[in-house]
């Protein structure tokens, strides 16, 4: 082999390795929420679409299972990224504001004003804690 062919073999060898290497990274990286956080979530959302309130995302106004299906497609987005550990990660990460528009999303319930999701989430999470922990055994 020519030393021109063996260079361009080790250059090819080299970016397939690193092509490998940064699928594997990005694997490893890659997790579910833990159960307790998931268990949290799945909770935030039912009560969400449960709630009859209305979910704004880029200036439009959705049905709660609409804002549910919507949410639970970024929490898989960001836990195929790795990005996700807690319930109060999700809410900043994913159920705050748009990744397209930076827009907040917002959260209006019947005869109320609109709020920023992530305040409505996060009063909710507090009533679910609060619920889970009056309902434990001691």
């Not at 063996?6 to 290497?21: D, P």
């Not at 979530?41 to 959705?62: H, P, T």
């Not at 994913?94 to 009063?123: E, F, N, Q």
Request: charged share 20%; glycine share 10%.
């Amino acid at each position: 082999m020519t030393p021109a062919r063996c260079h361009g073999a080790r250059r090819t060898l080299r970016r397939l390795f690193a092509t490998a290497s940064a699928g594997a990274l990005g694997t490893a990286l890659a997790a579910p929420l833990p159960p307790v956080a998931r268990a949290e979530v799945d909770a935030l959302l039912a009560r969400l679409q449960s709630s009859g309130c209305e979910f704004n995302r880029n200036g439009s106004w959705y049905a709660g299972a609409e804002a549910r299906a919507h949410l639970l497609k970024k929490l898989d987005y960001l836990e195929g990224k790795g990005q996700v550990q807690t319930t109060e990660q999700f809410i900043a990460l994913g159920a705050s504001a748009s990744s397209t528009s930076g827009k907040p999303y917002l959260v209006r319930c019947a005869g109320k004003p609109a709020v920023p999701s992530d305040g409505w989430l996060t009063g909710e999470l507090q009533q679910l804690r609060t619920q889970h922990a009056a309902s434990a055994p001691r």
